[in-house]
């Protein structure tokens, strides 16, 4: 069923999915420019998240910078898709997990705070369903910021392309991982956070600055469930390019109206041979169908040999895990 937004709601929304106000009484901030009480927005936050259109009020952390990620995929028969998605949903490092319509049917995204506990939550989901798994590592992110305009304007954030991962410092994993958890919608989530991290809320901010400052964290700010709010035909396009294509066509395919993530992953050699990938976020297949004939259009890629893989449904939807609990497989 698709949430309808009052016109406040949607502003609240889609003006708020980055920039989150590192302040000790953000919601204040966000009140005073959107000409409500602090309550208001309180109580219109925590009814969205209530409702299904917010997954958190927290952070999204670039992959493969304070932890590991990779895109897998698995083809499961129709017989097993239940039993096969509670295996791999099972799994904490899963932060993802979808239907896809093609032979490779569930895809989810593997994190850990280093590539071992990645490649160990594979080798478990592998051994524990008896099916081939496979690995797509991200070779180089054109767009991984999944934060778009709610209007259908196409509109993206901008993209960092420097990281500085030197300002890493003992603790910010624990930040890192509450933030992928989110933020309590409470009038100072900040201190809420500092004293359930025993950090006094200061230090907090000012590491969370360190970090967005320095594109570890890519966005803070408001995540938003975007198939609740009606954008629910997304398809994964999947492309076979040589690599010395790959530089030229990411970018312009990032810069098409409606593509809102693009990214190069590593080949399968003689099982899946597709590099780069993008998303289109649509709110119907035709609308999704019109984006992709203009991004072959208008980055010449009419005869270059790709699949649509549109999803069906969610499995899991949280955030990625760069901190392992105690206890926790290996």
Known sequence: MTLHLDPVDH??????????PLVSKPFSVMARRLVLTEDEVLRRLRSLSEAGAISRIGATCRPNTAGASTLAAVAVPDSRIEEVAAVIGGEPGVNHSYLRENRWNIWFVATGPDRAQVNGCLARIGRRTGLEVLDLRLVRPFNINLGFALDGSGKLPPQRENIDTAVLIPGDREIMQALNVGLEIVAQPFNALGEQLRRPESELLQRIEALAAAGILSRIGVIVRHRALGWSSNAMVVWDLPEEEIPRVGPALTAVPGITLCYQRRPVPGVWPYSLYCMIHARSRVEAMTVLDSAC??????????????????????????????????
């Open 11 to 20: 502003e609240l929304l889609d003006r708020w999915q980055c920039d989150f």
């Open 297 to 330: 259009d208008e980055v010449g890629l009419r005869d270059v040999p790709h699949q649509v893989l549109f999803s069906v449904r969610c499995f899991k939807q949280t955030g990625a895990r760069v901190l392992l609990e105690k206890g926790a497989a290996a």
